[in-house]
């Protein structure tokens, strides 16, 4: 089982963008997470207006959305939507997709 939070985005302030990476570690490391990806990103078909992504791994989906709406993750993101702008998403492994799909979770309206 594993659960993904992936961000797609742009560096909208180069002078702030170091700081995020250390203050993300000590919350991840928190909640088990492990980063697979930080990098910047080219599509190969289709575009997107978004130029890089991060990736974070978790044992589990619930692991992933209990990381990204903790009260931490909730207080760095006030942080980040000064430097960088895009989208988040929390999705399931493989061997989860079917239980969370059943759950209804892909169905529920995204608070704003």
Do not use: C, W
């Amino acid at each position: 089982m594993a659960g993904y939070v992936l961000h797609h985005y742009n560096i909208i302030d180069r002078s702030r963008i170091e700081e995020l990476g250390p203050r993300s570690v000590p919350i991840l490391e928190k909640y088990g997470g492990e980063l697979i990806v930080a990098s910047p990103m080219k599509a190969l078909a289709d575009p997107t207006p978004y130029t890089n992504m991060v990736m974070y791994r978790f044992e589990s989906f619930e692991a992933a959305l209990t990381f990204y709406n903790s009260e931490e993750m909730v207080e760095l993101r006030k942080f980040s939507s000064q430097v960088i702008e895009g989208f988040a998403t929390v999705i399931p492994g493989h061997s989860e997709t079917e239980s969370v799909v059943k759950s209804g979770y892909f169905a529920k309206e995204v608070a704003s």
